[in-house]
């Protein structure tokens, strides 16, 4: 997140959690040290741990087991992306070569897994049934989701329910599960993790839409990321699934030919066809009425600095370019 008020509210608890992540990065094996750091070097929005520190922060929490878990929620997340870029052949990401690109697809997958048992050692030491039964479900449903994407690449005939399933799975998972956590660390009552869950799982949801609008609109020296890229993984992303809903014989035909091949020879047909239809505007408004839902959710935090940064991110999920 780049300079504003809400960075500068979390700059000291963020500075926490980074020593955190340093310190837990730690590892006798060389090559395992140079790929975790290399990824968690290249920085990114930090947006599922700032959420377990700001809802924990919201609550008068006043220990400092958020910082653990927002390092673990992180280190999950890590271990994704070092998985996602293997399994999609990426290149760039957060402007930068992936580790897979440098290092080679083996000792990606073999640090990712070991960032996602480092994080099972560090919620285990904290002690809490209930932190590693949310942790740990999480986990499980994000694998699903990986394997449910995997399954819907090149089917042009995914539906939107099927899309939309995946982005909770895969991506807003984390962010349901960081909403909790930081209730569950505060000893909140059950209703107030259910809402900051919630909360979570909408954000989760804007956030992914406007990634998939990004990837058509985005500039990749903006992004860290080529364009096109979901297009060329013959990824169904909503723009494209309006596109065949809405679009005209043609230009559907057109995107079906492009998610079936992961072709992206004839993007700039494509993106006429997203312009034609009011694909991205269409996400858009969809990305919206997530945050709009997220918001709601905070009706149940007591009011002050860390409840009005909550109610902050949604728009800056929504209204971001990178």
Do not use: W
Not at 84 to 91: H, I, L, R, T
Request: charged share 20%; hydrophobic share 45%; glycine share 8%.
């Amino acid at each position: 997140m780049t300079a504003n008020p809400l960075t500068d509210l979390l700059h000291p608890d963020m500075s926490e959690v980074d020593q955190v992540i340093r310190a837990r990065l730690h590892s006798e094996v060389v090559l395992i040290r140079q790929i975790a750091e290399y990824i968690v070097a290249a920085g990114g929005k930090r947006l599922r741990p700032a959420l377990v520190v700001l809802c924990a922060k919201a609550l008068g929490y006043r220990g400092t087991d958020h910082y653990e878990l927002a390092a673990v929620v992180e280190f999950i997340h890590t271990a994704t992306l070092l998985h996602d870029d293997v399994v999609d052949a990426s290149e760039l990401r957060r402007g930068r070569n992936t580790a897979n690109a440098v290092f080679g697809n083996a000792p990606s997958v073999l640090v990712g897994d070991f960032l996602y048992s480092r994080a099972f050692q560090m919620m285990v030491g904290i002690q809490n049934m209930h932190i590693m039964e949310v942790l740990a479900e999480a986990t499980n449903v994000i694998a699903e989701g990986e394997v449910l994407q995997l399954m819907n690449c090149n089917d042009p005939d995914v539906t939107i329910d099927a899309y939309l399933q995946v982005i909770h799975y895969k991506t807003a998972k984390l962010f349901e599960a960081s909403g909790r956590l930081g209730a569950i660390v505060s000893a909140a009552d059950v209703s107030i993790e259910a809402a900051l869950g919630r909360y979570g799982m909408h954000l989760g949801t804007a956030f992914q839409l406007v990634d998939d609008i990004l990837d058509y609109s985005g500039n990749s020296e903006v992004t860290g990321k080529n364009v096109g890229d979901d297009l060329a993984e013959g990824k169904p992303t909503l723009p494209l699934l309006h596109v065949m809903n809405t679009g005209t014989t043609e230009q559907a035909a057109c995107v079906r030919r492009a998610i079936e091949k992961g072709d992206a020879s004839e993007f700039g047909v494509i993106m006429e066809a997203i312009r034609a239809t009011g694909a991205l505007d269409y996400t858009m408004t969809c990305a919206r009425k997530e945050a709009e839902l997220a918001i709601a959710e905070l009706a149940c935090l007591p009011d002050g600095v860390y409840k009005k940064a909550l109610l902050e991110l949604p728009a800056f999920a929504v209204n971001r370019d990178h």
